[in-house]
């Protein structure tokens, strides 16, 4: 069975992010993920020391996170396909080398970003090939390419699993597929078959049901059979549980598979 983490983004909302690490760990998380916790692409080593510390304190690993997606409340979904956007991934790369050291965490999802008008879709292709190597290669850790539901994310060109898996393709060794059981039932996806096709390629998965995306249970993926398709994998990373609970946090995780 797999092993889970806190997407602490949408889980234990009920109190400030530097106190949901400690509550993950008293409702039995082991392990934690978010999506990038600071405002700016740029954060003070304050700032980060803080984030850093909250996580020791709460004895959590920090499996996962974002890099700066750009403006996510007002639509933003990443910033490595825009052009003119260099200097603000140069500048979140060093903050995120930073966390990824101080850590462990093995795991960066890079958000790919939305067509922009006026730029031929090759055109951002291009950028965005060059920025995740670039990230690749600076971070030492496993690169992300996610698919997001069409239609809740404006025009983000990452939707289905062949779409993730050219962009990894392109990119080479470091990069692989987030796969978001949510995102991808939502796009048509089979997702206890798929996770069998592109195994090899996948480096992380995340977990919330559909429609509403709320904790496994309360929608109509068939979890039972997608956990038992990703035990025969062979897959030996985390889970994420990164669902929007349906009432307080801790009383929805009766879910959870026991060992």
Sequence with gaps: MPRFAANV??????????????????????????WWPFETPEPSAAQVGAFVRALDDAEVRLTGINLFAGDMPGGERGIVSHPGRADELAANLAV???????????????????????????????????????AVDALGATVLVEPLTRGENGDYPVRTLD?????????????????????????????????????GAVGHVQVADSPGRGEPGTGTIDFGAFFRA???????GWVGCEYRPTTETEQTLAWLPTP
Excluded: K, W
């Design 230 to 236: 990703l035990d025969a994998t062979g897959y030996t």
């Design 96 to 134: 995120v080398r930073t966390i990824v050291e101080a850590t462990g965490c093995a795991c960066v999802n890079a958000l790919y970003g939305q067509r922009l008008p006026g730029v031929p879709g090759e055109a951002q292709d291009e950028v965005a090939t060059r920025n995740l190597r670039r």
């Design 163 to 199: 779409d993730a898996l050219a962009v990894v393709d392109r990119v080479g060794d470091g990069a692989a597929v987030l796969f978001d059981a949510y995102h991808l039932h939502n796009n048509g996806a089979d997702v206890v078959v798929d996770i069998g096709r592109v195994a």
């Design 9 to 34: 983004s949408l889980l234990f909302s009920e109190v400030p992010l530097p106190e949901r690490f400690a509550r993950a760990r008293a409702a039995g998380f082991q392990a934690v993920e978010c």
